[in-house]
């Protein structure tokens, strides 16, 4: 097996070597929706390949009713065996107290060091514009999946669902595959 669990590893204590080994993610498809469309709206949220080696996630994320000082974001990672099952990671963040701590969560900020560059909601709060990734490429996960945080090899769902007063308005879903 070329990617360990990252929690053998950090148990054994090994988290920080680079793994050997060639594993890949790809990124196999991906679901927008909104579940609010008076609050915002998907101009668009797709997947693209250029070439075999590079491919990318964009979106964009058309919001109603600005500024936003409030963002609710709950993160589940899904693997899947017989159906997708939830697995290791399940937070809830406060975007805007998060943002301002960003070390008083470590998976969060794993995540937004992820995407950071490539989208605006990079920023403190409040948000006074559409929200967009761009671009997002494949050897960005790759690396981090496989060299910083190395996973079991899989498919999986990383689900992302954003909440307002409690409510669910908007729901992302990112499928990939780590071989
Ligand atoms: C996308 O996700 C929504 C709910 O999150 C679901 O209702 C819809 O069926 C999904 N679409 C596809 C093509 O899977
Ligand atoms: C794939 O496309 C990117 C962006 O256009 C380019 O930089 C890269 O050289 C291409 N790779 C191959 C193998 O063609
Ligand atoms: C994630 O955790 C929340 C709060 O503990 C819970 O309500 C929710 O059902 C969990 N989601 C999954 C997919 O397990
Ligand atoms: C935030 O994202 C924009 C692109 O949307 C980028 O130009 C900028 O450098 C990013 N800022 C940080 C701090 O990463």
Redesign the pocket.
Known sequence: MCCMPYFVMLFIGIANLTMKGDCRFEFTNVNCSSFDKKFGEFEYCFLKS?????KYFSAKLQLYQLPISIIKINLVMWKRYNGYKPFLYNITVDFCKFINNRKSNPVANFVFESYQRYSNLNHSCPFNHDLIMEKLSIDIMNHRMTKILPFPEGDYLFETTWFRSRVRTFVMKIYGTLS
């Open positions: 250029v070439n075999r080696s590079y």
